[in-house]
C-alpha cells in the first residue's frame, strides 16, 4: 500500500479513534498550503500541522487540539518587501454530527430571540456519515492566523508618499510638508499678545 494522498491524511474515521485518542501528524505541503492562502497576499512555505483528536462516544462529538506550525512569505504593509513570516498557531474545534447540531439551531430558531454567534460556536464544525474531514478546519485556522498587517522589521520606513522610494534604503530629496492640508490655512496666523 503506497502513501495516503493528501486528501486523505485529513479524513479521520470515528472507528480509527480509540478510546485513549489519536495523533496525527499532517504534512501539509508546499501545494495544499499554496491553495489554503489563495485570495491573500501570502506566498507558501512549509507547513505540518500536529493534532490530538478525542472522541466522546456517547454525543459522537469529536475534539481536535494541536499546533499548527509553518512558514509563509508575506509582503511588508509600509514599504511591499516581502519577508518570512512564521507561523505557530493552536488548532482548537470541537467536531458534532450533523444532525446535532442542526437540532440545536432549530431550538435556537424556535425562541424568540435572535441567533448569536459565541467564541465557541467558532470553534464547531459538523460531521455525517462518521467521517471527519480536518482539512477545511486546519484551513480556516490558518487564514485566521494571517496577521492583517505585517511588518519587515519593527522600524519599517516605508514608502516616499510623493516619490515612492523606499525609505529602508535611501533617503529621498522630496520636500517635505508635513502640515496636514487641512491646517496649512492657520499656518500664517501669529498669536495675540
Known sequence: MGP???????????????????????????????????????????????VELTLTRSFGNVTVRGTLLGEVTYPCTRCGASSALALNEGVRVTFVPHKNFADRDRTHA???????????DLELATYLDQTLDLEPAVRDQLVLALPMTHLCR????????????????ETCTCVRDDIDPRWRALKGLKPNA
Not at 508546499?30 to 489554503?36: E, S
Not at 519593527?154 to 534604503?169: H, K, P, S, T
Open 110 to 120: 424556535s425562541n424568540d430571540e435572535g441567533l448569536e454567534l459565541t467564541d465557541e
Open 4 to 50: 495516503r494522498r493528501q486528501e486523505e491524511q485529513m479524513v479521520v474515521h470515528l472507528n480509527d479513534i480509540p478510546d485513549r485518542g489519536l495523533s496525527l501528524d499532517l504534512p501539509l505541503g508546499v501545494a495544499w498550503l499554496r491553495d489554503a492562502l489563495a485570495g491573500t497576499p501570502a506566498e507558501a512555505g512549509p507547513a505540518e500541522a500536529h
Open 154 to 169: 519593527a522600524d519599517c520606513q516605508g514608502l516616499c508618499g510623493q516619490c515612492g522610494a523606499d525609505l529602508n534604503l
